[in-house]
C-alpha cells in the first residue's frame, strides 16, 4: 500500500522558518515525482515544488523560488522541504503527492496534509 505522510508544520512568526518532511512507503523512488502542494484558505490548491530523486530534477513556483528548497533522502525514502522567510502568505495546508513522471495537480497518490500558519 503506497502512503505519503506529511509532517513538520507548525506556527511560525513571519520570517521565520520550517521544515517540511513527506515519509514515503509502498514504493521506491524511481521514476516517481514528489512534490509539495499547498491550498490556502478559499485558494485553489497551488504547486509549490516538484523533485524526481532519481535524477535530481527539481523545480518550484515562483512564489517560493529562492525561499523554499526541496531535496530527498533516498535512503530514508523520505522529501524535504526546507521553508525560510515565511510569510503570511504562506499560510496554508501542504500536501506531499507522488506519480510519474513529473509533478501535477492531477498526482496519483497524495498524503494528508500537515498546516503551516505565520503569524505577521
Known amino acids: 500500500e503506497v502512503q505519503l505522510q506529511a509532517s513538520g508544520g507548525g506556527l511560525v512568526q513571519a520570517g521565520g522558518s520550517l521544515r517540511l518532511s513527506c515519509a514515503i512507503s509502498?514504493?521506491?523512488?524511481?521514476?516517481?515525482?514528489i512534490g509539495w502542494f499547498r491550498q490556502a484558505p478559499g485558494k485553489e490548491l497551488e504547486g509549490v515544488s516538484c523533485?524526481?530523486?532519481?535524477?535530481?530534477?527539481?523545480d518550484y513556483s515562483d512564489s517560493v523560488k529562492g525561499r523554499f528548497t526541496i531535496s530527498s533522502d533516498n535512503a530514508k525514502d523520505t522529501v524535504y522541504m526546507q521553508m525560510n522567510d515565511l510569510g503570511p502568505e504562506d499560510t496554508a495546508v501542504y500536501y506531499c503527492?507522488?506519480?510519474?513522471?513529473?509533478?501535477?495537480?492531477?498526482?496519483?497518490?497524495w498524503g494528508k496534509g500537515t498546516l503551516v500558519t505565520v503569524s505577521s
Open positions: 503527492a507522488a506519480d510519474l513522471p513529473w509533478c501535477l495537480k492531477t498526482m496519483h497518490y
Open positions: 509502498g514504493f521506491g523512488f524511481d521514476g516517481y515525482a
Open positions: 523533485i524526481r530523486p532519481s535524477d535530481g530534477s527539481i
